[in-house]
């Protein structure tokens, strides 16, 4: 969906360097999901945060791995010290709902382009 | 047990008939599911929800909901080449987050 604008589309990393993935969620969002999807397999989700707070980080690896969501600007997932277990495609979704259960339309329906990590 | 589990695939069928997908999930909590199409190398699209036990159709597409046998699956009819792809199903419990099965890839045959 062109509403939700991930970048950069491709990120060659070398094995100890940083990784810096962006996500502008469509406008008017204020609630972006994280996902990694590794070859052949399906989404994982990392973490759920809404403006300067993180909801849910249950699928964030313990270390190397944060993620945030200012006030203004896109949210940030940060990968320190990448290693090449961390290759994948990192896909961000934006939603307008809380996602605080009931029937929740639409929740997470707007998936951006994704980032494709490849560390060498 | 995985909580979202699919046949990985992959699924033939000749253009024109009907595909059938399926997905069963371990959660029985779960509230709202999802169908998801991926091609390869791009983003996943939303294609059907559904919230209660029954079927919901949108165009070729029927979604059919069991919740009692935790069960839910993806039909599309008159298949073309184009649907060919991987097709996601997506789970949401009371939780923030939702679960994604590990998708079937669909080949329709020309």
């Known amino acids: 969906n062109a509403g939700v604008m991930q970048n950069p589309r491709h990120l060659v990393r070398r094995r100890g360097q940083e990784a810096r993935l962006r996500c502008s969620p469509v406008k008017g969002h204020s609630h972006v999901y994280w996902y990694r999807q590794l070859p052949e397999e399906g989404l994982k989700f990392m973490v759920y945060?809404?403006?300067?707070?993180?909801?849910?980080e249950s699928g964030m690896p313990k270390e190397r791995f944060s993620a945030e969501f200012p006030k203004e600007g896109p949210s940030i997932l940060r990968i320190q010290q990448v290693v090449r277990g961390d290759s994948a495609a990192y896909f961000c979704?934006?939603?307008?709902?809380?996602?605080?259960?009931?029937?929740?339309?639409?929740?997470?329906?707007?998936f951006g382009q994704g980032t494709r990590l490849t560390v060498v | 047990q995985k909580e979202v589990e699919q046949n990985s695939g992959p699924l033939s069928v000749p253009e024109g008939a009907i595909a059938s997908l399926n997905c069963t999930y371990s959660d029985r909590v779960s509230q709202s599911f999802f169908w998801y199409r991926q091609y390869s190398g791009k983003s996943p699209e939303l294609i059907m929800s559904?919230?209660?036990?029954g079927d919901k159709e949108d165009g070729r597409f029927t979604a059919q909901l069991n919740k009692a046998s935790q069960y839910v699956s993806l039909l599309i009819r008159d298949s073309q080449p184009s649907d060919s792809a991987t097709y996601l199903c997506?789970?949401?419990?009371?939780?923030?987050?939702?679960?994604f099965g590990a998708g079937t890839r669909l080949f329709v045959k020309a």
């Open positions: 979704a934006s939603s307008p709902f809380s996602g605080t259960g009931g029937y929740i339309s639409n929740t997470e329906a707007f």
């Open positions: 997506a789970v949401r419990g009371g939780g923030f987050k939702t679960i």
């Open positions: 559904i919230y209660s036990n």
């Open positions: 945060l809404q403006k300067e707070n993180i909801i849910d």
